[in-house]
T-cell receptor, first 115, second 111 residues
Framework: NAGVTQTPKFRILKIGQSMTLQCAQD?????MYWYRQDPGMGLKLIYY???????DKGEVPNGYNVSRSTTEDFPLRLELAAPSQTSVYFC??????????????FGQGTRLTVV | QKEVEQNSGPLSVPEGAIASLNCTYS??????FFWYRQYSGKSPELIMS????GDKEDGRFTAQLNKASQYVSLLIRDSQPSDSATYLC???????????FGSGTRLSIRP
């Protein structure tokens, strides 16, 4: 089972460039999340989605955009890359389930450096 | 006030001892609580989840939840060097959609 797949694994961007971080899941989960993790820090929620066509801002949405046209895919767009966006980005997916404590499954992460 | 707070550590514990990790949260109506383990350069992986007051045990791990005090903890018994990692506390709040993480506690098990 692939679970949650993120591409690319590594990327170097120049200031002002744009890129899309891809995230795909094959678990048919409704909920998907994008987090960023700065060195030595925890995960900060950027955006999340409760299903196809529905997205909402998290804790640190500025400088990012998302879309959710299908259940499987949840791409994260950086329009004008800035050095402050240098981080490791994690995508996660979670099922709705019948219990409150459903687990979030994480992708392998994308390490982004903006120079 | 941060939504989820953890002591960043590092917490150093001798091998074989009990490691105690703590987390507090601000949303009083939070529903579910999770402990993730993250090795350096890797993705977080779920260790324990808990949603009722009290203790929940799974092998060497025990999660404790006190909703009145807005406090959740993780105990690791018989600590092993392989337990050395960063432990992230996560909370699913009243929105039932967002999962918010703390900043993590770095745990080091010394032989």
């Amino acid at each position: 089972n692939a679970g949650v797949t993120q591409t690319p694994k590594f990327r170097i961007l120049k200031i002002g460039q744009s890129m899309t971080l891809q995230c795909a899941q094959d678990m048919n989960h409704n909920y998907m999340y994008w987090y960023r993790q700065d060195p030595g820090m925890g995960l900060k929620l950027i955006y999340y989605s409760v299903g196809a066509g529905i997205t909402d801002k998290g804790e640190v949405p500025n400088g990012y955009n998302v879309s959710r046209s299908t259940t499987e895919d949840f791409p994260l767009r950086l329009e004008l890359a800035a050095p402050s966006q240098t981080s490791v980005y994690f995508c996660a997916a979670r099922g709705q389930g019948t219990y409150l404590n459903t687990e979030a499954f994480f992708g392998q992460g994308t390490r982004l450096t903006v120079v | 006030q941060k939504e989820v707070e953890q002591n960043s550590g590092p917490l150093s514990v001798p091998e074989g001892a009990i490691a105690s990790l703590n987390c507090t949260y601000s949303d009083r109506v939070s529903q579910s609580f999770f402990w993730y383990r993250q090795y350096s350069g890797k993705s977080p992986e779920l260790i324990m989840s808990i949603y009722s007051n009290g203790d929940k045990e799974d092998g060497r791990f025990t999660a404790q939840l006190n909703k009145a005090s807005q406090y959740v903890s993780l105990l690791i018994r018989d600590s092993q060097p392989s337990d050395s990692a960063t432990y992230l506390c996560a909370v699913k709040g009243s929105s039932a959609s967002k999962i918010i993480f703390g900043s993590g506690t770095r745990l080091s098990i010394r032989p």
